[in-house]
């Protein structure tokens, strides 16, 4: 039974910093991706950053330059370094881990920026 947990979210002020983490239990077959998205009050889930097995990143153009997302894979851990946040970064954080038959996903973590 393959289990994602996240923790590092909570509450910032403007201008500050969290990273998250989401760590994997568990067997994953052949990672290909890993990332994280993003769900704000009345809004659809959306991509905020995604890697690669190769390391090859993506991501919103809402965090370009101020989030950065990174991987440990002996420890099939992926993090989200989030700098600058903004108060329209607040939302619930999910990450996801993409394996050879499905898409694993983390419980989400509460990420609220203050003005």
């Known amino acids: 039974q393959v289990q994602l947990v996240e923790s590092g979210g909570g509450l910032v002020q403007a201008g500050g910093s969290l990273r998250l983490s989401c760590a994997a239990s568990?067997?994953?077959?052949?990672?290909?991706?890993m990332g994280w998205y993003r769900q704000a009050p009345g809004k659809q889930r959306e991509l905020v950053a995604g890697i690669t097995n190769g390391g090859s990143t993506n991501y919103a153009d809402s965090v370009k330059g101020r989030f950065t997302i990174s991987r440990d894979n002996a420890k099939i851990t992926v993090y989200l370094q989030m700098n600058s946040l903004k108060p329209e970064d607040t939302a619930v954080y999910y990450c996801?881990?993409?394996?050879?038959?499905?898409?694993?996903w983390g419980q989400g973590t509460q990420v609220t920026v203050s003005s």
């Open positions: 568990g067997t994953i077959f052949s990672i290909s991706a």
């Open positions: 996801k881990i993409t394996g050879w038959t499905r898409d694993y």
